[in-house]
């Protein structure tokens, strides 16, 4: 069974920095393109960052590019999210979720975690 | 950058009924269109990607159709699971996300 476990959300005040990681397990890790999805309490869904299975191809979104960096570590499963300058509009629950076909990078996310929330006050 | 537009935003139905959802891109994404299913306080869950193609396990009440810039999710049969918020994604440039369409009873 594929999991995904997100932590390192928290508290933190606008300019300051934090740092998520999601640890992956159930499925060949480096394998597979991984992803980052943010979605505000009530609202709509918002993708934030991908990264490809050897870290070869990396993308943000618009609102994120400059401010955040996305990385893994397959030898430890895990994702992270590295998020600096941290906006009040950053502030949202974030999901770590797998790219949904073998070796590729824009696909459709086919396993998600439960989300870490991150407030920014 | 693609924007996805979901109509309804809310579409109110019955049991045992067959409702259709609609998104449309700015420009074509192909078939690179996924649907998902959203409960509250769950993470979204894959339904269809390819914009017809149902993932594993998900049952053949649901269905997609469309390409290029117009695809429908159609959910026919209506029970109680499935009152939830119904998300399209594109990922043919990056990804994005329709608004959401709210099915409630």
């Known amino acids: 069974e594929v999991q995904l476990v997100e932590s390192g959300g928290g508290l933190v005040q606008p300019g300051r920095s934090l740092r998520l990681s999601c640890v992956a397990s159930g499925f060949t890790f480096e394998d597979y393109a991984m992803h980052w999805v943010r979605q505000v309490p009530g609202k709509g869904l918002e993708w934030v960052s991908g990264?490809?299975?050897?870290?070869?191809?990396?993308d943000y979104a618009d609102s994120v590019k400059g401010r955040f960096t996305i990385s893994r570590d397959n030898a430890k499963k895990a994702l992270y999210l590295d998020m600096n300058s941290l906006r009040t509009e950053d502030m949202a629950l974030y999901y770590c979720a797998k790219d949904a076909r073998i070796r590729g990078f824009a696909n459709a996310l086919d396993n998600w975690g439960q989300g870490t929330m991150v407030i920014v006050s | 950058d693609i924007q996805m537009t979901q109509s309804p935003s809310t579409l109110s139905a019955s049991m045992g009924d067959t409702v259709t959802i609609t998104c449309r891109a700015s420009q074509s994404v192909y078939s690179w269109l996924a649907w998902y299913q959203q409960k509250p306080g769950k993470a979204p869950k894959l339904l269809i990607y390819g914009a017809s193609t149902l993932e594993s396990g998900v049952p053949s009440k649901f269905s997609g159709s469309g390409s290029g810039t117009e695809f429908t999710l159609t959910i026919s049969g209506l029970q109680p699971d499935d009152f939830a918020t119904y998300y399209c994604?594109?990922?043919?440039?990056?990804?994005?996300f329709g608004q959401g369409t709210k099915l409630e009873i």
């Open positions: 990264i490809s299975w050897k870290s070869g191809t990396i």
């Open positions: 994604q594109q990922y043919q440039s990056q990804s994005s």
